[in-house]
C-alpha cells in the first residue's frame, strides 16, 4: 500500500530547544494533518493543511504543505515537558477524496529533557 | 460534550473468543473508522463507514467484523480467526466533506 515516510523516528531534545519532524511521500497529496499522540491515548489533531504551500500556525507548533504535494513538515518551537509524546502525520491522497481515508506516517517520538 | 468513547479502556480475552469494541460518537459525523495500532508502529486502518448501514474493508480487514445500525456507534468485532489481536484499537469518525479524523481514547485488547 501507500507509504508516508516520516522522520526523525525518535528524538531527544533539551527543553527549550526548537524541533523538525518531517514526512514524505512519492505520491501527491491533497490533505495533510499533524496529530500527537500521548501514552496510552487516542491522537489528537494539532494541524490541518489544504493547499499546497500554505504554512499555519497552532501557538508553538507551526506546519507547511510542501509545494510538490508530496512533503509537509512540522515545527515546535521553544520545546516544553508536555511536548513529549509521538507526533503522526497523515494525508489524504489525491485520488481518494470520496472515500476520506488517510495514510499515516510511522510516527516521531519526542522526549524532552527538562 | 461532544466527542468519541470507546468502552472499555482495558480488555482481556482468552484465545478462540470473540469480542466486541464499542464506539459511540456525538458530534454528528457520517463517517467513522477503525484502526490498530501495535508497538512502535503507526495506524492501520481495519473498517470504515461512510454512511448508516454501509462500510467497506480497510487494509487489514481480515479477522474482523463491523456493523453501522446507528449514525452514532460503530463497534468493532474481533473474531477468532484474527491470528494476532492483542493491539490498542482506535475508533475515529469525520464529516464526509472534512478529512480531519478526530480519535476516541483507545481500547487495548489483550488476548491470551
Known amino acids: 500500500g501507500q507509504q508516508l515516510n516520516q522522520s526523525p523516528q525518535s528524538m531527544f531534545i533539551q527543553e527549550g530547544e526548537d524541533v523538525s519532524m518531517n514526512c514524505t511521500s512519492s505520491?501527491?497529496?491533497?490533505?495533510w494533518l499533524w496529530y500527537k499522540q500521548d501514552p496510552g491515548e487516542g491522537p489528537v489533531l494539532l494541524i490541518a493543511?489544504?493547499?499546497?504551500?500554505e504554512l499555519t500556525s497552532n501557538g508553538r507548533l507551526t506546519a507547511q504543505f510542501g509545494i510538490t504535494r508530496k512533503d509537509s513538515f512540522l515545527n515546535i518551537s521553544a520545546s516544553i515537558p508536555s511536548d513529549v509524546g509521538i507526533y503522526f502525520c497523515?494525508?489524504?491522497?489525491?485520488?481518494?477524496?470520496?472515500?476520506?481515508?488517510?495514510?499515516f506516517g510511522q510516527g516521531t517520538t519526542l522526549q524532552v529533557k527538562p | 460534550d461532544g466527542g468519541i468513547t470507546q468502552s472499555p479502556k482495558y480488555l482481556f480475552r482468552k484465545e478462540g473468543q470473540n469480542v466486541t469494541l464499542s464506539c459511540e460518537q456525538n458530534?454528528?459525523?457520517?463517517?467513522m473508522y477503525w484502526y490498530r495500532q501495535d508497538p512502535g508502529q503507526g495506524l492501520r486502518l481495519i473498517y470504515y463507514?461512510?454512511?448508516?448501514?454501509?462500510?467497506q474493508k480497510g487494509d487489514i480487514a481480515e479477522g474482523y467484523s463491523v456493523s453501522r445500525e446507528k449514525k452514532e456507534s460503530f463497534p468493532l468485532t474481533v473474531t477468532s480467526a484474527q491470528k494476532n489481536p492483542t493491539a490498542f484499537y482506535l475508533c475515529?469518525?469525520?464529516?464526509?466533506?472534512?478529512?480531519?479524523?478526530?480519535f476516541g481514547p483507545g481500547t487495548r485488547l489483550t488476548v491470551t
Open positions: 493543511l489544504y493547499k499546497a504551500g
Open positions: 505520491s501527491i497529496f491533497n490533505t
Open positions: 497523515a494525508g489524504q491522497l489525491r485520488g481518494s477524496s470520496n472515500t476520506g481515508k488517510l495514510i
Open positions: 463507514s461512510q454512511i448508516v448501514n454501509d462500510f
Open positions: 475515529a469518525s469525520s464529516t464526509p466533506l472534512h478529512y480531519e479524523q478526530y
Open positions: 458530534l454528528n459525523h457520517d463517517a
